[in-house]
């Protein structure tokens, strides 16, 4: 089965904004108690298995994404029609009520040697009550995908950039889990739409476009944002400390910071962070007990394998590994960035 690799994928994007497209979302389910059975009832996308979006809905990318076992995520935004959302410094938009951030995981075809796979798609609705996560699995003839309230394992293979064959077990996860990453002061929240994270230049058929300006275009925000400037973690003509720093806040700083679900561990590793102690450095460990890997600091300034951090980062044991939840291999290129910037500490 052909679905789309990422050139034509980035030519959907661009033909996204010149075709005009008559699909609708049904705005009513948004609000509804009782998600549909399966995700094509939104009417999100008026072609499915190519992630072709409808009118209503955007798509997007973030100068810098979570690591999910090498997966490609592919973003859209629904905004209730005339609805603007509220910009705060450091912290993810505020969405209105009845808006919906929609994130399908895939392996897609980059070398030629295999078709894409859409594997799941979340969604994070929010509603009078608050963010409410659904997630909803790919079928095999990937043409449609099935709510999932317990999650659910998907066995597949995918070609890494080097061409090789990569076994994993992918893992969706359950209603309840969303919560371990998506909560701070135990509010659900986004993750990955901050201001900084989405001033980024798109291509686009038209020409490049800062995502920021198209979002005001929409009327969602305002075309002028006090927004910092943050590098993408995989640009190496940037310093060492700016691409770690930016790894770690999108990778670990949702929770490693004041109010997220680590909180309680003292270690914050958001962008904005300044203690050193906060950051790990020669930070001891809070109740962490085998998972420390019987050494003293987080990180040990110019000796990364003296370092708990790069030990849970390279960990798949279950009761070891950082993220606990999310993936089931290691970032190998991670691991190396965070490394090589601690071993220069």
Not at 34 to 44: D, I, V
Not at 129 to 138: F, L, M, P, Q, T
Not at 221 to 246: C, F, H, T
């Amino acid at each position: 089965m052909k679905i789309f690799n990422k050139p034509q994928f980035l030519f959907l994007l661009a033909l996204f904004f010149l075709v005009p497209i008559n699909a609708s979302v049904n705005s009513a389910l948004l609000s509804s108690n009782a998600p549909p059975k399966y995700l094509s009832e939104f009417g999100f996308f008026q072609d499915m298995q190519n992630q072709m979006p409808s009118e209503e809905v955007h798509p997007y990318s973030l100068v810098n994404p979570l690591f999910s076992d090498y997966t490609d995520k592919l973003r859209f935004v629904y905004v209730p029609e005339g609805q603007k959302l509220t910009y705060e410094e450091d912290k993810v938009f505020q969405f209105p009520v009845g808006s919906t951030l929609i994130k399908t995981f895939a392996y897609l075809n980059t070398q030629g040697e295999m078709d894409a796979q859409l594997l799941e798609t979340r969604l994070l609705i929010n509603t009078s009550e608050g963010w409410k996560a659904i997630s909803y699995v790919w079928n095999q003839d990937q043409t449609d995908a099935k709510r999932a309230v317990a999650g659910a394992t998907i066995p597949t293979t995918f070609i890494n950039s080097v061409g090789a064959k990569v076994d994993v077990r992918y893992r969706a996860p359950n209603q309840n889990q969303c919560k371990e990453c998506h909560q701070v002061n135990q509010v659900m929240t986004p993750i990955g739409p901050k201001a900084r994270n989405m001033n980024k230049n798109v291509g686009y058929t038209s020409g490049d476009m800062n995502q920021l300006l198209y979002w005001a275009a929409q009327g969602w925000i305002e075309s002028k944002l006090n927004v910092d400037l943050m590098q993408g973690y995989e640009n190496e003509s940037v310093s060492i400390d700016e691409r770690a720093r930016a790894y770690l806040d999108i990778n670990c700083g949702h929770c490693h910071i004041p109010g997220g679900s680590a909180d309680t561990t003292g270690l914050y590793l958001n962008l904005t962070e300044e203690t050193k102690e906060h950051l790990g450095i020669f930070k001891k460990p809070v109740a962490a007990g085998r998972a420390s890997g019987n050494l003293k600091y987080s990180i040990v300034p110019g000796k990364s394998n003296k370092s708990i951090m790069i030990h849970r980062m390279d960990s798949l044991d279950p009761g070891i590994m950082m993220p606990e939840s999310g993936r089931a291999l290691a970032d190998d290129k991670g691991i190396k960035l965070i490394s090589d910037w601690i071993n220069q500490l």
